[in-house]
């Protein structure tokens, strides 16, 4: 199976920061990876498909880049909202595997 | 509006069957893959199992493999998770996902872009 390795684990920001959240992966999965938010007690939301792809009502100040093995999701400009732990998927091969998540805290 | 409802997560002894249940509505069912993924207290979120529009195809993770089965009933608009031979590891909160796959360039993308509240499921003696 592909490991997916997320960095950092957690990071604590302030509102208004731009902060970039990493995901690495063992093997080559070209572009085929998304980005998840969850916030406690609540269900996963899709922000990113296609490595890059904005979900249709996500906010523009997510993005994501990367192909191959190394991935970034960018939030410019965190809002209150912003604080959750947030999952990379890569959808390459099965099974499909997650990342082990990143926790966006305040500051 | 599109909603998934989860159902049948229990408290189940090791070795016990469980079967979910995700009941669909305000989306064409039948043109959609669908997933299931769990989330043990605590942990992160694991891809457990998918099925394809018609239910002719399937994948598992590899850990339940032989024990999970997952179908669907396109006419009820339901898909279906039948878990045998629980284990304690298997204690998670159970969620369904509709998987909007995009196509670009003749490669598959999944979209995971609904997701039920999701279904407890506890195994221990």
């Known amino acids: 199976a592909i490991q997916m390795t997320q960095s950092p684990s957690s990071l604590s920001a302030s509102v208004g920061d731009s902060v970039t959240i990493t995901c690495r992966a063992s093997q080559g999965i070209r572009n085929e990876l998304g980005w998840y938010q969850q916030k406690p007690g609540k269900a996963p939301e899709l922000l990113i498909y296609a490595a890059s792809s904005l979900q249709t009502g996500v906010p523009s100040r997510f993005s994501g880049s990367g192909s191959g093995t190394d991935f970034s999701l960018t939030i410019s400009g965190l809002q209150p909202e912003d604080f959750a732990t947030y999952y990379c998927l890569q959808d390459y091969n099965y099974p499909r595997t997650f990342g082990q998540g990143t926790k966006v805290e305040i500051k | 509006e599109v909603q998934l409802v989860e159902s049948g997560g229990a408290l189940v002894q090791p070795g016990r069957s469980l079967r979910l249940s995700c009941a669909a509505s305000?989306?064409?069912?039948?043109?959609?893959?669908m997933a299931w993924v769990r989330q043990a207290p605590g942990k992160g979120l694991e891809w457990v199992a998918n099925i394809k529009q018609d239910g002719s195809l399937d994948h598992y993770l590899d850990s339940v493999r032989g024990r999970f089965t997952v179908s669907r009933d396109n006419a009820k608009n339901s898909l279906y998770l039948q878990m045998d031979s629980l284990r304690a590891e298997d204690t998670a909160v159970y969620y369904c996902v509709r998987d909007d796959t995009h196509t670009f360039n003749k490669i598959y993308y999944d979209a995971f872009d609904f997701w039920g509240r999701g279904t407890r499921v506890t195994v221990s003696s």
């Open positions: 305000g989306f064409s069912f039948s043109s959609y893959w």
